[in-house]
């Protein structure tokens, strides 16, 4: 097995991501024919200089866009301007500040909603229970498709995640078949939303079908896979970092309980400390000097947003988590045109989150000290469940 796939380094990477920062900050993996980066400003330059750095073609092999009639894989993700910048046009209005805003008080009734089944049982499985339902069901409301179906939303969302690491030599045997399923599913919801449109993403995209923006159905169905995936691995993965980073600092916990104002500045810093990303990748458009090494065009590049978050010549003291850092100027929802569009929400659904947790949730703690399953995928970084205890109210 590749090491970067090992249970241990998904759930710790950065002892490797330092030791690669000092010895070879930019270096090419012969065994995966990729080159990467790891200090934050070649990460920040690799994700925001999109003329020597192209999104195009920087998916990774038996990525979900490429399988099974998908025609035009992510659209969002992997695309240039000036395309990007059309298609970014027209699914930014739903991530407005003032149209996320308005969804706080749908996204807090949720909270509760979820809270209220375990509050008098003494325990949670933060993951199963909250940290994945919740994100779901609000990008599913969003999409305009049945939050019911949120088991086959997981699945699916795991399989596109993991079927990267087949750039490390991993599996993606079952990642083909969740593809076809994922659009299956979504050509269903399509063709009801053409007999019928609704007040959602889906129908607006298709209204846009035969606009200015000229979207095909493949389109239409890499906006929805992208949106259902993108817009609950990474709040989920945000929520469980938060809640295991804060266990495992219990000084920090308390300081946030005595100062709840700290919230907004405490999730900038787990993004920092625990990217819910990890890694991006770009496609070299031309011989491009980085580091005093000269990467080829044509080249596939992986930017390790994990390692440049910890560098030390960015942020002092990189190693410490201090939820009172500032300035805290890290890139965990990426740089430039691809910055996260959906960074607002995530924040958003987080805070709410992280503030129910701490209120409804008294004396939490590990069930155990045994090591947690990592979420599957090195380009994700989280926990894929959390058995926790608190004491009961009620």
């Known amino acids: 097995m590749i090491p970067f796939l ?14 690669m920062r000092a010895s070879q900050p930019v270096m090419y993996m012969e065994p995966m024919q990729f080159w990467s980066v790891f200090r934050f400003d070649h990460v920040r330059t690799v994700l925001s200089d999109s003329a020597r750095f192209s999104s195009a073609g920087g998916r990774p092999p038996a990525s979900a866009g490429a399988a099974a009639g998908q025609r035009d894989g992510f659209s969002l993700i992997t695309t240039d301007p000036p395309r990007h910048t059309q298609l970014r046009s027209l699914v930014n209005q739903a991530f407005t500040p003032k149209a996320v805003a308005a969804l706080e008080p749908r996204i807090a009734e949720l909270t509760h909603e979820l809270l209220d089944r375990v509050a008098d049982s003494g325990e949670i499985d933060l993951i199963g229970d909250f940290a994945y339902p919740l994100p779901v069901i609000v990008i599913a409301e969003l999409l305009g498709i049945p939050s019911g179906d949120r088991d086959r939303f997981k699945h ?6 993991a079927s990267a690491d087949t750039i490390l030599g ?23 939303r053409r007999r019928a449109p609704k ?18 159905e493949g389109d239409i169905l890499s906006f929805c896979a992208l949106l259902l995936v993108a817009g609950n691995e990474t709040t989920t993965n945000l929520i469980g970092n938060a809640v295991l980073t804060l266990l495992e600092h219990p000084e920090e916990l308390a ?13 900038e810093e787990v993004l ?35 390692s440049a978050n910890r560098d030390e010549e960015k942020f002092p003291d990189a190693a410490r988590f201090d939820i009172e ?5 890290h890139i965990a929802f990426g740089h430039g045109i691809h910055f996260c569009l959906g960074a607002p929400l995530a924040r958003l659904e987080a805070k709410v989150a992280l503030a129910a947790v701490l209120e409804r949730l008294p004396e939490l703690a590990r069930v155990n000290d045994e090591p947690l399953p990592p979420a599957r995928g090195f380009i994700v970084h989280g926990v894929s469940t959390m058995p926790l205890r608190f004491r009961p109210q009620g």
């Open 199 to 216: 007040d959602d993403l889906i129908s607006a995209l298709i209204a846009a079908e035969e606009g200015e923006f000229h979207l095909s």
């Open 170 to 192: 991993g599996s993606a045997s079952g990642s083909l078949q969740a593809h076809r399923e994922m659009n299956e599913y979504f050509s269903g919801i399509i063709a009801e």
């Open 156 to 161: 699916w969302s795991d399989e596109v995640v």
């Open 272 to 306: 920092r400390f625990r990217s819910p990303v990890q890694a991006m990748f770009r496609t070299a458009s031309e011989d491009v000097d980085i580091g005093g090494q000269v990467i080829p065009a044509g080249s596939r590049v992986v930017a390790w947003i994990g």
């Open 255 to 267: 300081k946030l309980r005595s100062r709840p104002e700290l919230l907004p500045s405490a999730i």
């Open 325 to 329: 850092r500032t300035p805290n100027g």
């Open 6 to 19: 090992t249970p241990e380094i998904l759930r710790n990477p950065y002892p490797i991501y330092e030791m």
